[in-house]
C-alpha cells in the first residue's frame, strides 16, 4: 500500500460515523436493487418452470378460440393418425391442506409418456393405471407430501371457482433431480376426465400438445396435416407462445419495479457524492499540502475515486447479502401482487442468481464512482497553494450559484426535450425523471442562498443574533450546505414523488370504482387472479339468484380470454342494462352512436390500455377468432377502465353468443327493487344459493372497499421501495448534517472561546440543521410535484397507458417537511452534545 | 559565496491578480538570480507577495509576464503536471503552519517526498530514519503530528524537505509559529543541512533574526525586489 492509499485509509477510518452511514446508505440502494431483481426472477423462474412442467417435450399445442376446446379435435387428430399427440385439461386449484395454490394438469396417461416422461406414465413407469383413470385420484411430488403430511390413499380436498372437490393421492412423483423437484413442487397430476369434473369443462379440454419433427420440411408438412384436421376455432400455435405472452404481460409491471428499485440506488448515489465531496472540501488544505509536495492530478484523482471505490466495495457487497435477505420478504409480496393482476404464480423459494448478485454489486460500485467523479474532478482543483482561504472559495462558489442554476435549467430543458421527442420508451421517461432530478441539484445553491437570505431577518426576530448567524452560515458555508441541501432534496423529492403517484392513482381507482359500480348487487366465483377473473358461475347458481325475492334486473358479465389479430385479447361481455353507457366512460369517440352499434352488431369498445398497447382506436377493426372462425369487429370507442393494464375488448352479450358457443357467465350484477334493502336482498340471495358453488356475494359498497383493498396491496411493494427510499433519504440528511457539524469544530471553538455557552452554540447548530432541513423539505415540494406529474402523465401512460388524475395530498407534502426537519434536528443532537463537552482551544486547534 | 552559475534564475517577472473589476500588481518586473548552495533571505511585511514569490519559484504558480528558471529548466513553458514532476524532484518546502499530512506518521511524512519520487520502499525507509535522527525526532516516526509541539512539527517539515535532496528548499516563514528558541533551533537546523547538503535555500521571513545566517538578502516592497548587503551577513555560518 503506497503512502497515499495508506493516507486515504486513515482518513476514511477517523471519520466511522460519515463513512458507515454512506455504506449504509450504498448497501440498502444496491439491497433493494437485489431484491427486486431477485424476486422479479424467482417469479419469473416459478412461471417459466410450471409452464415447462406442464409442456414437457411438446413443440406445438392446438388451442380453442377462448380458454378451451371441444375434445372432438382431439379425437379428429387421433383418427387422421396425428401422433404423439395428448390432450391436457389444466387449471389451479387451493388444497385445504396447507391453504397452498396448486397447478392442477390432467393427462391421458396412454398418450401422455412422450410428453411428460417424469410423471412416469409410460410403459417402463409404476404407475397404476386402471384407477388413476377410473377414480378421482391424483398425483402429486413426494417431497410436497411430505412437507404436507400425505400418503398415498389419503384425501385430498381441492378448492377450485367455489367449488370443493375430493380427490384421494394414487401415487408420489420421485423427482429424479433438483430441477424436477423444483419444477413438480406445486403440480397436482389428474386423469383428463377428473380435471374436467374440477373444473367444470365437461367435454372439454384446455389444449392438445403435439411432438412435430424436428426437420424443417417435415414439420412443415406435419403442422400443414394438422391444420387440415382442425374445425373453425381451434388454432395451432408454438409451444413457447404462452410463455411469452405472460412474460410480455408483466413486461411494463417489471419494468417500473425495476426503475422504483433504482430510485434508492439514486438517492444512494446523492449520499456517495455527499460525502465525497463534503470529504474533498475538508481536506482541501491536506490536498493542496500534497499538490505542493508534488503529487499530480491525475493521482488526486486516483485517490478520491479508491476511496470511493472502497466504500462501493463495501456497501456494495453488504448490499448484495442484505438484497438476498430482503428478496426473501418482497417475493411474496410480488407473487401476491402478480395473482392479483395478471396470473397464478406459486413462488416458494428465492432463487438466487449469480448474475443478479454480480449485477447489483456492480451497479453499486459503478454508481459510487459515478457519484464520485464530479467531487474527485473537484479535488484536482484543490489549489496548490496555501494562501488561498476557505473564504474565497466561498464567494466564487456564491459567484458561480446563477451559472450552475443556469445548467440546471438547461438539463432539466434536456430532460423535458427527452419526453417531447420520444412517444412512448418508458426508459426515456425514467431518463427525463433523472435529468429533472439532476437538473434540480444544480439549481439547489442558488435557491439555498436567496430562501436562507429570506429566512434570515425572520430568524433574526425569533432568536436574535444566534438566528441570523445561523441564517447567515448556511450561505458563507456554501460549498458544504449546498450540497448537503441538494441531497436531501433530491432523495426527499423522490419520494415525495412517489407518493403523490400512489395517492393520485389510488384517487383515480376510487373515483372510477363509484363510477362503474352502479349495480346494487356482485356475485362472482372466487378467483385466484382478482383483476383478471375467468371463472365460471354455476348455470344452477346463476338461475337461482335472478330468480331471488327482490331482484329488479340482473345483467351477466362473461370474461374469457381470445385471439384478436393485435395479440391475446381480454374480451368481456356485458348484458347491457339502464345504467351500462354511464358505467362505461368513454375517452374518444361518441355515446351515442357507439354504443348503438355496440348492442346491434359486431363493435366493440376497447379500454385505455388496450388502445395504448396495441394502438387500436375508433375506426380501427379488430380481428377476433370466434368459433365462426376470424372475425371482423369494428371498434367504436375507447373507454377508461383501471381494472387491467393488459386491456379488454367490451363487445354485448347478444353478438358474444352470436359468434362463440360459450353460454357461461363469468358474474352478474343485480339492481334491487326499490321495496327490497341491500342488505336484505343479499342475505336472501345467500340463502338461495347455500350448498351450491361458494360464490361471492357482495354488496356495492363490500365490492368498492375490497378492490380497494386489492388496489392497496398491489401497491404494497411499491410502497416498501418508497419506504426503503425514504430509509436512505434519512440517513442523507443525517450524514450530510452532522458531517457539517462536526466539520465545523473549528468555528465553534472560536464562537465558544468569545463567549458563547454551550447551550447556544447548540442552539446555534440546531437552528442552522433545522434551517437546512427546513429549506431542503420546501425545496423538495415542487421537484416531487413535477417528478409526480412526470410518473403519472408520462411514466404510467407509456407503462400501461392509463389517464390519472393527479391529486396532491396534504399528508405525503407534511411528510417531506417533517422528514427534512425531523432529520435535520436528529442530525444536529450529536454535534450538539459534542460541541457541549469539547475544550475551546482543542477545538480552535488545527486539524489539517 | 558560491560562484558558479546560478540555479535560480527569475527575469522581469510579473504577477498580477484580478480582484473584483481590478487588477492588483503583487510583483513587477522582478529579476534575480540565486547560485547553487546559498543560503538567501527574502525579507518584507505580510502581503507584501513573499508567498506568491515562492509559489512562482516552486511552478505552483505562474506569472503574468516573465521567465522562471531552476537550473537548465524554464518553468513558465512547462504543463501542469511537468511543473508538478519538476517540483516533487528537485525542491523541497518548509511552510510557516508545518502542513504535515496529518493522515500520515511522521515517519511516512518524510517518506512521502521519496515515494512520490519513485524511490524504492526499503531504501526510503532508511534514509527518512537517517533524516528524522538527524533532526533528532527519530523516536516519534510512529506517531501522528498532532502528537508533536510546535518545534518537533517544523523539525519533522524540514526532514521531509530535505528527504528527496532536492536542489532548491523554499521556506515560507519557517519559524512564524514557532517560540523564538525554538525558532532559532530550526533555523539552525535548516542551515545546517542545507550546508551540509550544498542545497539552495530561500527563506521568506520578516524575522530579522535570520539574517545572521544568510548569504544573501532581499527586500521585496511594492512589488519590487532590492538587495542588501549588510556586514552580519553570514556571520553565524
Given amino acids: ?848 | 559565496m558560491p560562484t558558479s552559475s546560478p540555479l535560480v534564475q527569475l527575469e522581469a517577472l510579473t504577477k498580477t491578480y484580478r480582484e473584483g473589476d481590478q487588477d492588483r500588481t503583487v510583483l513587477e518586473d522582478l529579476s534575480l538570480e540565486l547560485h547553487g548552495g546559498a543560503f538567501s533571505v527574502l525579507m518584507g511585511r505580510s502581503g507584501a507577495g513573499k508567498s506568491t514569490l515562492l509559489n512562482l519559484i516552486s511552478g505552483i504558480d505562474l506569472p503574468t509576464a516573465g521567465h522562471v528558471r531552476i537550473g537548465n529548466t524554464e518553468l513558465t513553458t512547462l504543463s501542469e503536471t511537468e511543473r508538478t514532476t519538476f517540483r516533487r524532484a528537485n525542491i523541497g518546502f518548509v511552510f510557516q503552519s508545518f502542513n504535515l499530512i496529518s493522515t500520515l506518521t511522521v515517519g511516512e511524512n518524510v517518506r512521502l517526498p521519496l515515494e512520490l519520487s519513485g524511490e524504492a520502499p526499503r531504501a526510503g525507509r532508511e534514509q527518512a530514519r537517517a533524516l528524522l535522527e538527524r533532526v533528532g525526532i527519530a523516536d516519534r516516526a510512529q506517531d501522528f503530528p498532532d502528537r508533536l509541539s510546535g518545534g518537533e512539527q517544523q523539525r519533522v517539515a524540514v526532514a521531509r524537505a530535505l528527504a528527496h535532496e532536492p536542489v532548491l528548499v523554499l521556506a515560507d516563514e519557517p519559524t512564524g509559529n514557532l517560540d523564538y528558541e525554538t525558532g532559532q533551533a530550526v533555523l539552525s537546523l535548516l542551515g545546517d543541512l542545507v550546508q551540509d547538503t550544498d542545497t539552495t535555500l530561500l527563506v521568506a521571513t520578516h524575522d530579522p533574526e535570520v539574517l545572521p545566517r544568510a548569504d544573501r538578502v532581499f527586500h521585496l516592497r511594492g512589488g519590487t525586489l532590492r538587495e542588501e548587503v549588510p556586514e552580519y551577513i553570514g556571520a553565524s555560518r
Fill in chain 1, 1 to 848: 500500500m503506497t503512502l497515499l492509499q495508506r493516507s486515504s485509509r486513515r482518513y476514511l477510518t477517523r471519520h466511522p460515523w460519515l463513512m458507515g452511514l454512506s455504506v449504509l446508505g450504498v448497501a440498502i440502494g444496491v439491497a433493494v436493487v437485489v431484491a427486486i431483481d431477485l424476486a422479479n426472477t424467482s417469479a419469473s423462474r416459478a412461471f417459466q418452470l410450471s409452464a415447462e412442467t406442464v409442456t414437457g417435450t411438446a413443440t406445438h399445442q392446438v388451442v380453442g378460440t377462448g380458454e378451451t376446446l371441444d375434445d372432438d379435435v382431439y379425437r379428429r387428430l387421433r383418427t387422421a393418425g396425428v401422433r404423439p399427440s395428448a390432450p391436457v385439461v389444466e387449471g389451479y386449484g387451493t388444497l385445504r391442506r396447507g391453504d397452498r395454490t396448486f397447478q392442477i394438469i390432467g393427462i391421458d396417461p396412454l398418450a401422455d409418456a412422450a410428453f411428460r416422461p417424469y410423471l412416469g406414465t409410460g410403459a417402463s413407469g409404476d404407475l397404476d393405471l386402471g384407477p388413476f383413470m377410473a377414480r378421482d385420484v391424483a398425483l402429486l411430488s413426494a417431497p410436497t407430501a411430505a412437507d404436507l403430511g400425505v400418503s398415498p390413499g389419503d384425501t385430498l380436498r381441492v378448492e377450485n371457482e367455489g367449488t370443493t372437490h375430493a380427490v384421494a393421492v394414487a401415487g408420489l412423483i420421485e423427482p429424479r433431480n433438483e430441477r424436477t423437484r423444483r419444477a413438480v413442487a406445486n403440480l397436482l397430476v389428474v386423469d383428463v376426465s377428473t380435471a374436467q369434473r374440477l373444473f367444470g369443462q365437461r367435454g372439454r379440454v384446455s389444449r392438445i400438445d403435439l411432438l412435430a419433427p424436428s426437420d424443417e420440411a417435415a414439420q412443415a408438412a406435419y403442422l400443414d396435416r394438422v391444420r387440415r384436421v382442425l374445425p373453425d376455432g381451434a388454432r395451432l400455435q408454438r409451444s413457447d407462445t404462452r410463455t411469452e405472452t405472460v412474460a410480455q404481460m408483466t413486461e411494463a409491471f417489471d419494468l417500473n419495479l425495476t426503475a422504483l428499485s433504482l430510485l434508492a440506488l439514486i438517492v444512494g448515489a446523492f449520499l456517495i457524492y455527499n460525502t465525497m465531496t463534503f470529504s474533498i472540501v475538508q481536506r482541501r488544505g491536506l490536498l493542496g499540502r500534497l499538490r505542493a509536495l508534488g503529487v499530480t492530478r491525475g493521482q488526486v484523482f486516483r485517490l478520491v475515486l479508491g476511496e470511493a471505490a472502497a466504500l462501493g466495495l463495501v456497501g456494495s457487497v453488504l448490499g448484495v447479502l442484505l438484497g438476498v435477505v430482503l428478496a426473501s420478504g418482497l417475493v411474496q409480496l410480488l407473487a401476491q401482487t402478480i395473482n392479483d393482476l395478471y396470473f397464478v404464480v406459486e413462488v416458494r423459494e428465492v432463487t438466487v442468481a449469480p448474475w443478479t448478485l454480480a449485477k447489483g454489486a456492480l451497479l453499486g460500485m459503478g454508481t459510487t464512482l459515478l457519484a464520485a467523479l464530479p467531487p474527485a474532478r473537484e479535488a484536482t482543483n484543490a489549489p496548490v497553494s496555501t494562501v488561498l482561504r476557505r473564504s474565497t472559495q466561498e464567494t466564487a462558489l456564491r459567484r458561480w450559484a446563477p451559472w450552475w442554476a443556469g445548467a440546471g435549467v438547461l438539463m432539466a430543458g434536456g430532460g423535458t426535450l427527452l419526453l417531447a421527442a420520444t412517444q412512448q420508451s418508458i426508459w426515456a421517461g425514467y431518463g427525463a425523471l433523472f435529468c429533472l432530478l439532476v437538473g434540480a441539484a444544480l439549481l439547489t445553491p442558488l435557491a439555498v442562498v436567496g430562501l436562507a437570505n429570506t429566512a434570515r431577518p425572520l430568524l433574526g426576530r425569533l432568536a436574535g443574533v444566534i438566528g441570523r448567524m445561523a441564517a447567515r452560515g448556511v450561505v458563507t458555508n456554501l460549498s458544504r450546505t449546498g450540497v448537503a441541501i441538494a441531497a436531501l432534496t433530491v432523495a426527499i423529492a423522490a419520494t415525495v414523488g412517489v407518493g403523490i403517484m400512489i395517492d393520485s392513482f389510488r384517487g383515480t381507482v376510487s373515483d372510477w370504482l363509484e363510477q362503474s359500480l352502479q349495480a346494487d348487487v356482485y356475485v362472482q366465483p372466487p378467483s385466484l387472479v382478482f383483476r383478471r377473473s375467468t371463472a365460471t358461475l354455476d348455470s344452477t347458481v346463476a338461475a337461482r339468484l335472478r330468480a331471488v325475492e327482490g331482484v329488479a334486473g340482473a345483467y351477466s358479465v362473461r370474461r374469457v380470454r381470445v385471439q384478436a389479430q393485435v395479440g391475446p385479447t381480454e374480451l368481456v361481455a356485458v348484458e347491457p342494462g339502464p345504467t351500462t353507457e354511464e358505467v362505461y366512460q368513454l375517452r374518444s369517440g361518441a355515446p351515442e352512436t357507439a354504443w348503438p352499434a355496440v348492442r346491434s352488431g359486431a363493435s366493440v369498445l376497447v379500454s385505455e390500455p388496450y388502445s395504448y398497447r396495441y394502438d387500436v382506436g375508433v375506426g380501427d377493426t379488430l380481428r377476433l377468432q370466434t368459433d365462426r372462425g376470424e372475425q371482423p369487429f369494428a371498434v367504436r370507442g375507447v373507454y377508461y377502465d383501471y381494472g387491467s393494464d393488459l386491456g379488454v375488448a367490451l363487445m354485448s352479450r347478444t353478438t358474444y353468443e352470436q359468434y362463440y358457443d360459450d353460454r357461461a357467465v363469468s358474474g352478474l350484477a343485480f339492481a334491487a327493487a326499490d321495496t327490497t334493502s341491500v342488505d336484505a336482498l343479499v342475505a336472501n340471495m345467500r340463502t338461495s344459493v347455500a350448498g351450491l358453488q361458494d360464490v361471492l356475494i357482495r354488496s356495492n359498497k363490500a365490492l368498492r372497499e375490497t378492490s380497494m383493498r386489492v388496489f392497496d396491496r398491489t401497491f404494497t411493494i411499491t410502497t416498501v421501495l418508497r419506504l426503503l427510499a425514504i430509509a436512505v433519504a434519512f440517513i442523507g440528511v443525517l450524514t450530510a448534517l452532522m458531517a457539517l457539524a462536526l466539520e465545523r469544530r473549528r468555528e465553534m471553538g472560536v464562537l465558544r472561546a468569545t463567549g458563547m455557552t454551550p447551550p447556544q452554540v447548540g442552539g446555534y447548530l440546531t437552528l442552522q440543521s433545522s434551517l437546512m432541513g427546513a429549506i431542503a423539505g420546501v425545496l423538495s415540494l415542487p421537484l416531487g410535484y413535477v417528478l409526480a406529474y412526470v410518473l403519472v402523465f408520462v411514466i404510467n401512460k407509456r407503462s400501461f397507458g392509463w389517464t390519472l388524475q393527479l391529486s396532491v395530498p396534504s399528508d405525503v407534502l407534511l411528510q417531506a417537511l417533517v422528514l427534512a426537519v425531523g432529520a435535520a434536528l436528529l442530525a444536529g443532537l450529536y454535534p450538539t452534545w459534542r460541541m457541549a463537552r469539547a475544550s475551546p482551544a482543542l477545538a480552535l486547534q488545527d486539524e489539517g
